[in-house]
Structures are given as C-alpha cells and as structure tokens.
C-alpha cells in the first residue's frame, strides 16, 4: 500500500527489455506529478569504476550515486514534484523522437482505453514513475516503490535490440558502451551479477523464485520477450489493482 497519497511505480529490469518505452507510455496514460530516471545518476566519465581490462564500466552499481538518487526519490515521495534543482543528461530532441516512437509500438487505441479505465478508478490519485535498471537491490529504495515491476527480455534479445539502435555495433566505436564487447562484460554481466538472486539457479533467463519475489512484492514478468503492448497491460494491470486497493 502507498506510505503517501502519491503512488510510486517502479519499473526495472532487463536491458532492452523496454523500460523507457514504457515509461514514455506511462507517462502518457497515468499523466505522472513525476517522472524519475535513475539514468540521470549516473557519474561522470572520470568516476566510472574500470573493467579488469582497464576500460570503464557505466552499467555497474558503482557507476549511481545512488545517495542523490535516494534522497530526489524521497524528495519526489514527499512532494509530489521533482526538486527544483534537477536536471536531466537527455537530449529533449531525442526524448521526443522516443516518445513518438514508444507511441507507435502499441496498437491504436490502447493508451486512450487505459486512459479511460485510469479515469474510472476515481479522482485523487497522484502517480509517480520511476525508471531504472538497478531498483530492487537497495532495500530504501523499495521502500519507497508501491508498485515494482519487473521486465525480461532474453539475452539474444537483449543484444539484438542494443545493436540496432543508431550508432551502436562498431567494435571500433570509440564510444565504448556501444560495443558487443561492452555488452556482454558490463551490460548483460551487471544485469546477470544483481539479479541472479531473484531466479533459480542464478538463471535471469530462467524461474523466478516466487517466495523472494513476493516477499518484496516485485512482480517479475513471466515471458522472457513479451511485446510491448503485453508489456503495458501486465504493467497497468497492476496499477489498476494498486488504485483499486485504496
């Protein structure tokens, strides 16, 4: 149950797994007090951990300040807005391309029927999103999470979709996260090191430990590539059940 009037959504997992589509959906449907991106953590160049090869890792938990991160979501919990003083690394031009294109990756018609069914549920709810790739880990950051969702995608998956954004697949990229290599090392390996906890086996591919997942009331998606209009129903379903809870 929400600690405030304010329903926070989480929504973590997978890399590519289509964490920012989703949010981009969210946000049109839920119409959020606030939209928190973990993304905007993330350290500068210079103090980014290194790889054993000496090159840098953005994709490790080290890579957050996760205290600023902590403090803007209770800040965000608390207010219902986002502190005055934030700023986002993002290109404005760019989110908007996304959000046109996370528009067009669902059927016509599903974001006004959510629209509708989030109207029905009755006036007086505040919805915040939070978007990250490492949420469940901090115990203080689930804390602050009503609803926590989590989407998977398979390895191949996963990697097909990271190379076939722009400018991404040059082994002799100079940008360095945009590499194969830096793929299977960092993204795919950080993801594997803080979630194998959660399956059986250690298998993020594979059985979700049910017991643990409920204990902390993550909900782990059950396919492993689901498209992304399955995605938004699994996601809201939940938001509607946490509406109707009140």
Not at 19 to 46: G, H, R
Not at 63 to 73: E, M
Not at 177 to 189: A, L, M
Not at 210 to 231: E, W
Request: aromatic share 8%; proline share 5%.
């Amino acid at each position: 149950m929400p600690t405030t009037s304010i329903i926070t959504v989480g929504i973590s997992g997978a890399p590519s797994a289509g964490k920012s589509t989703l949010l981009y959906l969210l946000k049109e449907i839920l119409q959020p007090v606030f939209a928190l991106q973990l993304d905007d953590f993330c350290k500068e160049f210079e103090d980014l951990p290194h790889r054993p090869n000496g090159g840098l890792d953005a994709d490790a938990v080290e890579s957050i300040h996760f205290p600023a991160f902590i403090q803007t979501l209770k800040h965000c919990k608390e207010n219902g807005h986002m502190p005055s003083d934030h700023s986002s690394w993002q290109d404005p031009a760019a989110v908007r391309a996304e959000h046109k294109k996370a528009l067009a990756s669902v059927p016509g018609g599903m974001v006004e029927e959510f629209r509708e069914k989030v109207a029905s549920a009755g006036a007086g709810f505040r919805i915040g999103i939070v978007d990250g790739f490492l949420l469940f880990q901090s115990t203080e950051v689930r804390e602050l999470l009503d609803v926590k969702m989590l989407l998977r995608v398979s390895k191949a998956t996963a990697l097909d979709r990271r190379m076939k954004r722009p400018g991404y697949g040059d082994p002799k990229s100079a940008d360095f996260w945009r590499t194969p290599e830096y793929f299977h090392e960092c993204v795919w390996g950080n993801y594997v090191k803080e979630h194998s906890w959660l399956f059986e086996g250690g298998d993020v591919e594979g059985k979700v430990k049910a017991r643990v997942a409920d204990k902390l009331g993550i909900d782990v998606q059950k396919d492993l590539d689901a498209g992304f209009d399955d995605s938004l129903r699994w996601v809201m379903g939940r938001v509607l059940d946490c509406m109707e809870g009140l």
